[in-house]
């Protein structure tokens, strides 16, 4: 079986090219034209001796993902539906701004973390992905681009690591990717610019914070343990006080100096002013010191699975305000691409209810939550 050389950072493929006999500089030279040109045929590859070419054609190749669907949204939103076999999907999606192109990448097929909110964790967990196949979302997405618009200018400025599943349970194929997407030689990109979103795997934050820091999301959700318990099943392994002490430490390494808080708003269940009172005494007095962050508000995207509604966009301003007059940096994040599929949550690919997922999430539904003046849980 030939390599993958998409499954390679830098330094692993200089280990590779060790093992053909060839000198550093030459992994450097490989690399490039593979990721900054876009090159998948050894033979492009002009600057590199045919001897090493002839080895490469034996032992390695360039293989990207198989593109089952593309689809554009009205509002120039591209999403992509790879195939990564075994009848198993993920989708990664392009989101043009007037400032930036950002790109949504997944790490898994499916997701074992089964937010309710969420309509990937509906279809359950399949497999991790290797670190070449979340390289080739990025790869095939910024030189599909590139062609597609005409230039050869980098298109995509910011990688959102907030596809299908959650990446600190793919630890090990998720670092080689992230310093592939930083290296100069290949994509480029500053720490700053690339997003790790997690539910809160608190071992794993810590490790990131000294392996390979880049900015951080937190999908909170919840003011409150109990409400949090219900939502993010993975709290109640890794509570409230646990996730804010490992934010803090994350601070410590972060190219950013505050952890942006995801919060899905969710019509009647954390988005009251009880709700928002909780999340800015959470924030300012955790450990003494409170944790540097600003919030950034997500509207529901409705699926009939999970039982829920979305906020409306009134209680979503006035939630916002709440924060805001507390002096934390709020937003609330526009609904892109919901025409097709392509928005936040709505990830799910061809679902398929591979771990009783269904089971589970209807469990978590019938616990009643309590409203937040009662116990301090809502």
């Excluded at 109990?226 to 509570?239: E, H, S, T």
């Excluded at 972060?254 to 708003?265: L, N, V």
């Excluded at 301003?317 to 097709?340: C, E, H, N, P, Y």
Aim: proline share 4%; glycine share 8%.
């Amino acid at each position: 079986m030939t390599a993958n050389l998409l499954d390679f950072d830098l330094d692993g493929l200089a280990a590779f090219c060790e093992t053909l006999g060839e000198k550093r500089f030459r992994a450097t030279q490989l690399y490039r034209w593979i990721h900054q040109r876009g090159a998948c045929n050894f033979d492009e590859m002009s600057d590199l001796a045919k001897s090493l070419r002839a080895k490469l054609h034996a032992v390695a190749r360039i293989e990207g993902l198989p593109v089952i669907s593309q689809h554009e949204s009205a509002d120039g939103t591209i999403k992509w539906l790879f195939d990564v076999g075994q009848g198993n999907a993920v989708e990664a999606v392009f989101i043009p701004e007037d400032d930036r192109g950002t790109l949504c990448v997944s790490s898994q097929a499916g997701c074992a973390v089964g937010c309710r909110f969420c309509s990937t964790g509906h279809q359950g967990f399949a497999r991790n992905l290797s670190t070449g196949e979340i390289v080739a979302q990025l790869w095939f997405a910024e030189h599909f681009l590139r062609r597609h618009l005409q230039t050869q200018d980098r298109v995509i400025s910011n990688v959102v690591m907030m596809g299908m599943g959650e990446p600190l349970q793919n630890y090990a194929a998720l670092v080689p990717a992230l310093r592939t997407m930083l290296d100069d030689h290949g994509y480029g990109l500053s720490r700053r610019r690339v997003t790790v979103s997690t539910s809160g795997v608190v071992p794993m934050m810590d490790r990131l914070g000294l392996d390979c820091p880049v900015a951080l999301a937190v999908s909170l959700h919840a003011p409150a343990d109990a409400l949090r318990d219900n939502l993010v099943p993975i709290n109640r392994k890794y509570p409230l006080s646990e996730l804010l002490d490992a934010c803090n430490r994350y601070l410590e390494h972060a190219p950013r100096d505050f952890i942006t808080f995801e919060y899905c708003m969710l019509e009647g269940v954390n988005d009251q002013p009880e709700h928002a009172a909780l999340l800015i005494d959470l924030v300012r007095r955790h450990g003494g010191s409170g944790v540097p962050c600003k919030f950034n508000l997500i509207p529901f995207n409705p699926f009939p699975q999970s039982g829920l509604r979305r906020s409306s966009q009134a209680q979503v301003q006035a939630f916002a305000k709440l924060l805001s007059d507390a002096g934390i940096v709020t937003t609330v994040r526009k609904t892109r691409g919901d025409d097709i599929d392509a928005a936040c949550g709505q990830l799910a690919g061809d679902v398929r209810d591979r771990t009783r997922v269904e089971v589970r999430i209807a469990r978590q539904r019938s616990v009643v939550v309590l409203p937040a003046s009662v116990g301090g849980a809502a």
